[in-house]
């Protein structure tokens, strides 16, 4: 029975460094598909194995089973989502960044909004229209939108800044039919930055706007 378990999650591990060539950068990387499936498969063959006594084999490889549609589910959701907003956001300025199985569109603050303002410039609208197509698609996913801003003048300031404009986004996607249910809006001001405040390069980096998506 044990040579069997270690068996069975030796090959679910193997399973997750399966890897494909990113069309969008030519990059080698693992299939979170996969990733998920496997990860799933070695939680859902311990589990099913403690959970069933009198016959954990039988409980590993239901478990594992089990696991790995929900693990290479969710995977697959987020792939597709992926792959949309890459053809949707090409050449738009905003960068889509894939980690796990959660999704993160991050916005300048220079395309979306004018020094100080938080209302979205008019030609970023087609932009979100975009991000709004595909969250209309793959309705099963939260949406968390953070505002950021740079160290420049007061905290207060900048705090509610970051909020007004994380705000300004979500009720836009919201006018363009993604449920509000699912929009979460926040600001952390300068708290978390990206780059170096001191210079002039860094602080535009630090203005920004992301979107944070995760499977319901």
Do not use: W
Request: with cysteine.
């Amino acid at each position: 029975m044990k040579k069997k378990l270690l068996g069975l999650i030796l090959a679910a591990t193997l399973v997750t460094g399966c890897t494909s060539i990113d069309p969008y950068t030519g990059e080698q990387k693992t299939s979170n598909t996969a990733k998920g499936a496997g990860i799933g498969a070695v939680s859902g063959a311990i589990l099913g194995a403690l959970a069933n006594h009198d016959d954990r084999e039988k409980g590993a490889l239901i478990g594992a089973a089990s696991g790995a549609a929900v693990g290479g589910g969710i995977g697959y959701y987020m792939d597709r989502q992926e792959a949309a907003l890459r053809q949707q956001l090409e050449g738009t300025g905003v960068r889509v960044q894939r980690i796990g199985d959660e999704i993160k569109l991050i916005m300048p603050g220079n395309i979306t909004f004018d020094t100080g303002r938080s209302e979205i410039k008019t030609q970023f609208y087609s932009t979100l229209d975009s991000v709004a197509v595909v969250l209309k698609e793959f309705n099963k996913t939260r949406v968390d939108i953070a505002g950021h801003t740079d160290s420049t003048g007061g905290v207060e300031l900048n705090q509610r800044l970051s909020e007004q404009r994380a705000a300004s986004v979500s009720n836009y996607l919201n006018s363009r039919g993604v449920a509000g249910g699912r929009l979460f809006a926040a600001g952390y001001g300068p708290r978390y930055p990206v780059a170096d405040n001191t210079t002039v390069t860094g602080r535009a980096l630090n203005r920004r706007v992301e979107i944070n998506l995760r499977a319901l």
